[in-house]
């Protein structure tokens, strides 16, 4: 079974913070995805990696920044945390971008709120 | 603009009963469409995958149909249990590398 691992559950910060969210996949997936779940939205892309040191930006990348110094670990950073980041945030990870194995494999989400 | 959306936003049902959920999408150029289960506080987990030429997909209780004409999906629950209690996402993905999302549908079966 893919397993994606995020570090932590909950979180809590003030404004002004900066933050660090990692994901851990151990499928040796190329792709890895950061999302934020909000209540009444569809998971919105905040970054994407396909491959080692490669990103692209998503919908949503203001006051985001990622990195991916290893295959299967991808981290996202929020330089100054602040509260309208507050949300639900889901790592994924898939083998492919196309076909049957774009299947997205996700973590158990980590709900960051910054006071 | 890409879009999916679902209907209903919430359904209550019993349990034992069967409900149909609603997926309506347009995004082009399609690629497969997936419906998704996600537990509270879980992530989500893919329940079936429909590609151009497929118009209905089941997985136990689970059945997807798709109909690309109309650009309309429907996942169909039999006999629901108390652990059908979710929220169900419908995901549409092109041809490049584009995920969309629905808002998902939030339901919950009482005993």
């Known amino acids: 079974d893919v397993k994606v691992t995020q570090s932590s559950r909950y979180l809590v910060k003030r404004t002004g913070e900066k933050v660090f969210l990692e994901c851990v996949q151990d499928?040796?997936?190329?792709?890895m995805f950061w999302y934020r779940q909000d209540p009444g939205l569809g998971l919105r892309l905040i970054y994407f990696?396909?491959?080692?040191?490669?990103?692209e930006k998503g919908d949503i990348p203001e006051g985001y920044s990622v990195s991916r110094e290893k295959k299967e670990r991808f981290s996202l950073i929020l330089e100054s945390a602040s509260t309208n980041q507050t949300s639900m945030y889901l790592c994924a990870s898939s083998l492919l971008l196309q076909g049957a194995k774009d299947e997205q494999f996700f973590g158990p989400g980590t709900r960051l709120t910054v006071l | 603009k890409n879009q999916v959306e679902q209907s209903p936003q919430s359904l209550i049902i019993l349990e034992g009963k069967n409900c149909t959920l609603q997926c309506n999408y347009t995004v082009s150029p399609f690629s497969n469409l997936r419906w998704y289960k996600q537990d509270t506080g879980r992530g989500p987990v893919s329940l079936t995958i429909m590609t151009f030429s497929e118009n209905t997909k089941s997985n136990g209780r689970y059945t997807a149909t798709l109909d690309a004409d109309t650009k309309q999906s429907s996942l169909h629950i039999t006999a629901s249990q108390l652990s059908d209690s979710a929220s169900y996402i419908c995901?549409?993905?092109?041809?490049?590398?584009?995920?969309?999302f629905g808002p998902g549908t939030r339901l919950s079966v009482l005993p």
């Open positions: 990696s396909y491959d080692v040191k490669m990103k």
């Open positions: 995901v549409v993905k092109d041809y490049g590398q584009n995920f969309v």
């Open positions: 499928m040796d997936h190329e792709n």
